[in-house]
C-alpha cells in the first residue's frame, strides 16, 4: 500500500464462519472461505483510485468487495484481476472527463487490437461476478467528451476510451450494471470466453442544446465483441448515436436476449475485412427477443438498420486504424429471431462498407455470408426497401425468411434488393437486383 497518510474507507473483515452465499455456479473457489473488504466513497474532491485498487488487489482473489452507494473518483487507468471473486458495484466508478489527459496513449490500456483501441478500465481473471445491482456501474462524464468531439475529428484508434473492456476474461458474470454517458465505446469484450451480461444499461444522450438534432454521439457502441466465444448479452437497454451490438472479427457461440436499442445504427456485425492479414470469421449468432425504438430526433436523428452487416472491400486503402480492407471472412449460422423495428431506414442490409473507393478500381469484398435466418420480424420501416444485400460475387448464400413482416411507409410497396445472392427462400416479392433507395 502506498499509503502516504492517507485514510482508508475500507475495512476489511477476515471471513472465518459465516458462509459466503452461492453467487453463481461459476464461482466455485468464491464459496470458500474469503475475505470480504467494503469500501465507501472518499468524498467531492478527493481521489478514490488507490483505496480501490487495494480493496481489489486484497480481496479480488476468493474474495468478496463491496462497494457502498456514491461516487468513486477513478484518475487514473485501472486493472481489476479477479479471481475466484465477487464484486458487489452499489455505487459508480466515476471517471472524470480529463480529456486530453485520457488521450495520452499513456494512461490508457491499448488491449483491444482491432482499431488500436483504448481502455481506461480493464477486467480480467477468471470465475468472477460483478454485480452492481441496478444502482451502480460505471458515470463516463461523455457530455464533456461529445461536445469536444463535436467539432473535431473522430477516428478509431484515436484515445477516446472504451468504458468497461474485458481482456482475456474466462467464466465471468456482469450483473445489473449501468454505463451512464460512455464518451466512447461502452463495452468491449476481447480474447475472452463464457462471459454472460445479464442487465446492462447504456446511455449516450447529448444534453447539449447547441446539438440539438445532431448525432454527436457517434461510436457510443453498446458493446464490441472481437476475438471471443460463448458470450451471452441478456436484457440490455441501449441508447446511443452508434452500433447498440457490434460482432466483430473471431466472435462465436453470440447469445442475444431481450435487448433494446433506441436510436443509433442498430445491430451490426462488423466491420470485418480491415485487416489484410487477418482472416474475421464469426460463427453462431442466436439473437432472440430484440427491439429498436426510434428517439425523438432532437434527441436523436438517427435509427438507421435492424441488424446489419459491414464489410470492407477486397481492396487495400489505407491502414489501420482508420483506413484498411483487404482481409477475408466467413459469417455463418446467424439467427435473428422476434424482432420488432421502429422506422428503421433498413430493417435487414449488408454493406460493402466504402465500397466506392476514392482512389478508384476497388475488389469486392472477400467475406462471405451463408446460412442466415430471419424470423417473426414485425414493425415499421420508413424506407420501402426493407432488404439490401449488396454482396460480391458468389458472397451470400442461404438467406433464410419467415414471417418477414416489417411494413414499409404507407402508400409504398415493399421491394427487396439482392446482389450476388444464391439461395434466397421466404420473402413475399422477388428480390431485385437493385431499386429504391
Ligand atoms: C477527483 O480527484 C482529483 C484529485 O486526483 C480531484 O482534483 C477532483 O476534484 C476529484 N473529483 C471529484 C469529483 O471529487
Ligand atoms: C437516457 O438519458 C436521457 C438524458 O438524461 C433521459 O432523458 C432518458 O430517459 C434516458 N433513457 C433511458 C432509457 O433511461
Ligand atoms: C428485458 O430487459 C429489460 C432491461 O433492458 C428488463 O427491464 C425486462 O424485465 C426484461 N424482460 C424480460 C421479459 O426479462
Ligand atoms: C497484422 O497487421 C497488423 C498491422 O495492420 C499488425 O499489427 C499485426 O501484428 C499483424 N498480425 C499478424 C498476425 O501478422
Ligand atoms: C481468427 O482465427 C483464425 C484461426 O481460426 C486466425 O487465422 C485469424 O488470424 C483470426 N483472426 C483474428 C482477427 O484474430
Ligand atoms: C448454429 O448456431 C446455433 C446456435 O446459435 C447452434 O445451436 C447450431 O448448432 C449451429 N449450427 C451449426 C450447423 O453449427
Ligand atoms: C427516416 O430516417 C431518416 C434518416 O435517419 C430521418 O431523417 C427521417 O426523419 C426518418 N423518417 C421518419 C418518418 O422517421
Ligand atoms: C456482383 O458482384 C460483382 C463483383 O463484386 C459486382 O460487380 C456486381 O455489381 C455485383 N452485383 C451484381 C448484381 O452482379
Not at 194 to 201: A, F, H, Q, R
Not at 238 to 255: H, Q, R, Y
Amino acid at each position: 500500500m502506498k499509503s502516504s497518510g492517507s485514510e482508508f474507507a475500507f475495512i476489511c473483515i477476515l471471513f472465518i464462519l459465516l458462509a459466503i452465499p452461492a453467487h453463481a455456479s461459476v464461482t466455485t473457489a468464491a464459496q470458500q472461505p474469503g475475505q470480504i473488504c467494503q469500501i465507501r466513497p472518499l468524498g467531492y474532491g478527493h481521489d478514490d483510485t488507490d483505496q480501490v485498487e487495494e480493496v481489489i488487489a486484497k480481496c479480488g482473489h476468493s474474495g468478496t468487495t463491496i462497494f457502498e452507494a456514491g461516487s468513486f473518483n477513478i484518475t487514473r487507468k485501472m486493472t481489476w484481476n479477479l479471481q475466484s471473486a465477487t464484486v458487489h458495484l452499489n455505487g459508480f466508478l466515476n471517471f472524470p472527463p480529463t480529456i486530453e489527459r485520457w488521450l495520452n496513449p499513456d494512461n490508457t490500456y491499448q488491449v483491444v487490437f482491432i482499431q488500436s483501441q483504448s481502455s481506461w478500465f480493464v477486467v480480467t481473471g477468471s470465475d468472477f461476478v460483478i454485480d452492481a445491482h441496478n444502482t451502480g456501474g460505471i458515470q463516463g462524464n461523455g457530455q464533456a467528451w461529445w461536445s469536444f468531439f463535436a467539432t473535431r475529428t473522430r477516428e478509431d484508434g484515436d484515445g477516446r476510451p472504451i468504458s468497461l473492456t474485458l481482456f482475456k476474461a474466462k467464466r465471468g458474470i456482469i450483473r445489473n450494471f449501468r454505463i451512464e454517458s460512455p464518451p466512447f465505446w461502452s463495452n468491449a469484450v476481447v480474447e475472452s470466453s463464457d462471459i454472460t451480461y445479464d442487465g446492462m444499461v447504456v446511455n449516450a444522450t447529448n444534453e447539449d442544446p447547441l446539438f440539438e438534432g445532431q448525432n454527436i454521439v457517434w461510436n457510443t457502441d453498446g458493446i464490441d465483441t472481437y476475438r471471443s466465444e460463448r458470450i451471452t448479452l441478456k436484457n440490455w437497454d441501449v441508447t446511443c448515436g452508434d452500433d447498440c451490438v457490434a460482432i466483430k472479427g473471431n466472435s462465436s457461440d453470440i447469445v442475444l436476449r431481450n435487448i433494446t436499442c433506441r436510436g443509433g445504427e442498430g445491430i451490426a456485425i462488423g466491420s470485418l475485412g480491415q485487416y489484410v492479414n487477418l482472416t474475421d470469421n464469426v460463427q453462431n449468432v442466436d439473437m432472440e427477443n430484440i427491439k429498436m425504438v426510434r428517439l425523438d430526433p432532437k434527441v436523436q436523428p438517427n435509427m438507421d438498420n435492424g441488424v446489419y452487416f459491414k464489410a470492407w472491400p477486397g481492396t487495400v486503402n489505407g491502414l489501420p486504424p482508420t483506413g484498411g480492407g483487404g482481409g477475408a471472412g466467413t459469417v455463418r449460422n446467424l439467427t435473428a429471431k422476434n424482432v420488432q423495428v421502429d422506422r428503421v431506414m433498413n430493417p435487414v442490409r449488408i454493406q460493402i462498407f466504402q465500397s466506392i473507393d476514392p482512389n478508384g478500381g476497388g475488389s469486392p469484398s472477400k467475406i462471405k455470408f451463408e446460412d442466415m435466418h430471419f424470423s417473426n420480424w414485425v414493425g415499421t420501416a420508413n424506407n420501402s426497401r426493407l432488404l439490401d444485400l449488396e454482396c460480391s460475387v458468389s458472397g451470400c448464400s442461404d438467406f433464410v425468411f419467415q414471417k418477414f413482416n416489417v411494413i414499409p411507409p404507407s402508400g409504398e410497396s415493399p421491394h427487396y434488393v439482392c446482389q450476388n445472392v444464391t439461395g434466397i427462400k421466404g420473402l413475399s416479392s422477388p428480390c431485385r437486383i437493385s431499386g429504391g433507395t
